[in-house]
C-alpha cells in the first residue's frame, strides 16, 4: 500500500522541515513526494536534515499547484488542526489509515496533503481533498511541526499496510475526473440560476462532500456528466429568470 500513497507538501517554508520529512518518510518505507511550489528542497538545511533519505529529495517531483499534484490519485486526504464550516467529518491518523488498507490497491494512487508550517492548507485546498484529518493534539498548543506530522501519519499508515486489505471490486474515478466533473455541475447550475451569484462557492462545496461520500468510479462520473449535458441543451432556451 505504502508504495502507492504520495506525500504532498503544499509550499514548504522551511528548507529543513523538507529534510526532516524526508527522513521520516523512509524511516516509515515511503518513497513518494510531491512538492507544490515552496522553498529550495536542495538548500544545505534540506540536505542537512534529510541525511541519507537525500534520495527522496532528488527525486521529488514539484508541480505548480495542488489540484495538478494530485491530479492522478483518486484517494486524497488533506490534513489540517482547524475544524470549522467547510471541515467536516474529520479523520484521526487511525481512521485515515484504515480506509486506505481497506481501498488502495495496485492501480489506485493515494495522496496525503500536508500544508504551510504557518497557515496550514486553504479552504479552496481541503475542498480538493476527498477526505479530511487531522492528530489530536493538546488544546493547550495543538501547532505540530511539519515533519512530525508527516512522521505520525506515515508510522499509522505503515502499521496499517502489514494487514491485508479489501479490495474494492471497482475503481474510484481519479482527482481529475472528480474535479472535472465538479466543474461541469457548477457551469450547469449557474447557467440554471441555481448557484448564488455572490457566493457559488458555498452550495459547490456541500455537493462535493456529498459526491466525495459517494464514492464515484468513472463510469458513475460519465452517466452524472452526460445527465448534465442534457440538462445543458434542455435550458438552452433559459434566460436566467426563475418563474413563480
Known sequence: MIHNINIILVEP?????????????????????RIVKGCDRFDSEALKFAVAARDLLESAVVFPDLASAISDCTLTVGTTRRHGKYRQEILSPAEVSSRLREQ???????????????SGLTTEELSLCRWHATIPTSSEYGSLNLAQSVLLFC?????????????RPYDLAKSDEMESLFGHFSATLNKIGFLNEQNPEHMMRSLRRIFF??????????????????????????DGRKRS
Open 155 to 167: 508510522y499509522e499508515l505503515g502499521k496499517a499496510s502489514q494487514s491485508v486489505g479489501v479490495q
Open 13 to 33: 517554508q522551511s528548507p529543513g522541515n523538507i529534510g526532516m520529512a524526508c527522513r521520516a518518510m523512509k524511516n516509515m518505507g515511503f518513497t513518494q513526494l
Open 104 to 118: 488502495v490497491t495496485r492501480d489506485c494512487r493515494a495522496a496525503l496533503v500536508f500544508g504551510r508550517e504557518d
Open 213 to 238: 461520500r459517494a464514492n464515484l468510479d468513472s463510469r458513475e462520473v460519465t452517466v452524472l456528466r452526460g445527465m448534465l449535458t442534457q440538462i445543458d441543451w434542455a435550458s438552452s432556451a433559459f
